[in-house]
């Protein structure tokens, strides 16, 4: 898989175990680092055959709980939130699960979270701490320090964030299930260069092994703290 990025470079994923980059004289490393941990990160988790997610995922008694959503919907928030009450992250951003087996795992990623400004400041954080991730995005690297799970974990249980007026937890047919795992895998758009098929196939595995929730709040960081209270509660119930 060949990918070319105006001003950053070009990278070369082979075979699931290579990335060669060739990067834009002009670049920042800390910009050439969010796109090679990024993009070409999920390219070659995919090459490898891994089932990888546009998620944020915490360590919840032994078991990896996932946040699905949207770019800015707040998948980080959540998990940094869950990390605040004491749950290890397991990943932000990328989230690579292994579907092969008779229960699909989660591989641990990097000890960072990446969080908007407002969310950081919202969960106590010192944003005058915090880098920025690249040059012209407010968005801040928040380095995990304690609490991080470095071993894979069983996938427990799945939330996909949608906005409402009230929150709540609700779980998915698994014909809605299908499609948000569909639909924010990560590089959905190469799939089809990258073995489509398999990939469905990933998609159905975890849809009949592991719990898929609509997760509805506000977008209100006021709320966070209710938010975080209902996952677990949710989790209680049904372990």
Known sequence: MYLSYPRVGRFL???GKQIV????????????????????????????GRFVLHSSAVNVAGGAVAFLGWSGQGK?????AMHKRGHSLVADDVVAVDAAGSAPK???????????????VALGEALESLPHLR?????????????????????RRVYVLAEG???GIERLPPHD?????????????????IGAETHFQQCATV????????????????????LTQLVEDDLGNDP
């Open 177 to 193: 299930a299908m499609l948000e795992l569909i639909r924010h895998s990560y590089c959905a758009r190469l799939l089809q260069s």
């Open 135 to 155: 040059p012209g995005l407010d968005k801040r690297a928040r380095r995990v320090t304690r609490g991080f799970t470095r071993a894979p974990l069983p996938l």
């Open 76 to 80: 980080s928030t959540m998990a940094a």
């Open 21 to 48: 980059v060739s990067p834009h004289p002009a670049v920042e490393v800390r910009v050439l680092r969010l796109f090679l941990l990024g993009v070409g990160l999920g390219v070659i988790l995919h090459q490898r």
């Open 13 to 15: 994923v082979r075979e």
């Open 207 to 226: 849809v009949n092994q592991v719990g898929v929730r609509r997760l509805r709040m506000r977008r209100d960081l006021k709320a966070l703290g209710g």
């Open 165 to 167: 007026g009230t929150a």
């Open 106 to 120: 989660v591989y641990p990623g990097f000890p960072q979270l990446k969080l908007w400004p407002e969310a950081a």
